[in-house]
């Protein structure tokens, strides 16, 4: 089992930037992969980024490239999402989310957290 808590989000200005944690707990986190969902209303969640238990190899989807990124800090069992360039449509309750692998992470992820809103004012 995995437990996943996230913190950092809140309101931040069109071109601001906020950086998301996410703190793993359990005996098996520091070998999931690990990353970020985000869900804007009236939408289905998505996957944004991800990055393997190793730290080493990290996906993102394309609206969020060169602006998001993803690290990890394998010490602490802490995942960050670091996002810079911040956009209105940007705005969502943005979800931590571990997997077995970085593939399976991307669709199916095995454990969620509770979540952290972001809002991006324009």
């Known amino acids: 089992q995995v437990q996943l808590v996230e913190s950092g989000g809140g309101l931040v200005q069109a071109g601001g930037s906020l950086r998301l944690s996410c703190a793993a707990s359990?005996?098996?986190?520091?070998?999931?992969?690990m990353g970020w969902f985000r869900q804007a209303p009236g939408k289905d969640r998505e996957f944004v980024a991800a990055?393997?238990?190793?730290?080493?190899?990290?996906k993102y989807v394309d609206p969020v490239k060169g602006r998001f990124t993803i690290s990890r800090d394998i010490a602490k069992n802490t995942v960050y999402l670091q996002m810079n360039s911040l956009r209105p449509e940007d705005t969502a309750v943005y979800y931590c989310a571990a997997s077995r692998s970085t593939q399976e992470l991307t669709t199916t992820p095995q454990y969620w957290g509770q979540g952290t809103q972001v809002t991006v004012s324009s």
């Open positions: 359990g005996r098996t986190a520091s070998s999931y992969a």
């Open positions: 990055v393997a238990w190793s730290g080493i190899t990290t």
